[in-house]
């Protein structure tokens, strides 16, 4: 599945692999009945700034999935869009807008028109990306500034990606940037299971 030739010039090892691993995740199963997931849409965001890279693989092997079950998805990447980081100015909070002229709206959109919404980060120093940073940031204290309930109930997951270490860190800011906007976080254990043997082998 995975190719050594994405491994990132700095931080890549010689050997295949054994650098990639997708953590598990602690809450409740969301059961789907079957045939359910052909009428959904799920949207994969990559916070990585490398075209290519681990984690735009590791998304696109989550969405392949999603698309073999019936259901349509659409991957993007932060690093294609125009987005600043938040300057704290508490506008959102009064109008419900944010005064930064970006793509922020085209991004909180997407999330509005998804049913379900896989997060994918590497680790930089143990955390996201700037780009998954100021994403959270932007979509998130938007979401809440517009009362919470926009993305109330979609589904959700993380995929955090490192050569060696950081996937907590990483995984955890994601993880809080669903529960802040109340998006539903299914348990992960098996799939991280699979992805992670499939990236080993
Ligand atoms: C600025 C920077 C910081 C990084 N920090 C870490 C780190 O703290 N721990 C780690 O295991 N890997 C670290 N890496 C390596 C990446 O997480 C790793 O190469 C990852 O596979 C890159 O994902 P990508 O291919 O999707 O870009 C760092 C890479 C960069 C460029």
Redesign the pocket.
């Known amino acids: 599945m995975l190719n050594p030739s994405?491994?990132?010039p700095?931080?890549?090892l010689a050997e295949p692999f054994h650098?990639?691993r997708v953590e598990g995740l602690n809450s409740e199963w969301v059961n789907f009945p079957s045939g359910e997931l052909e009428s959904m849409q799920i949207l994969g965001i990559?916070g990585?700034?490398?075209e290519g890279?681990?984690?735009?693989i590791i998304i696109n092997e989550a969405l392949n999935v999603a698309q073999k079950e019936g259901a349509k998805t659409e991957f993007m990447r932060l690093s294609d869009y125009h987005l600043e980081p938040c300057v704290a100015c508490g506008v959102c909070f009064k109008t419900k807008n944010c005064t930064i002229k970006d793509d922020h709206e085209t991004i909180y959109q997407k999330i509005v028109n998804t049913d379900g919404l896989i997060l994918g980060s590497?680790?930089?120093?143990?955390g996201v990306t700037a780009q998954m940073k100021t994403f959270i940031d932007r979509i998130g204290y938007l979401c809440l500034a517009r009362g919470r309930t926009d993305f109330e109930g979609k589904v959700g997951g993380v995929i955090a990606?490192?050569?060696?270490?950081?996937l907590s860190g990483t995984s955890n800011q994601m993880m809080m940037f669903l529960a802040a906007t109340r998006i539903v976080i299914p348990r992960g254990e098996e799939f991280s299971r699979l992805v992670e043997r499939k990236a080993m082998s």
């Open positions: 994405h491994c990132h700095l931080f890549g650098w990639v990559s990585s700034p490398r890279g681990n984690t735009e590497p680790s930089y120093f143990q990606v490192a050569r060696r270490s950081g």
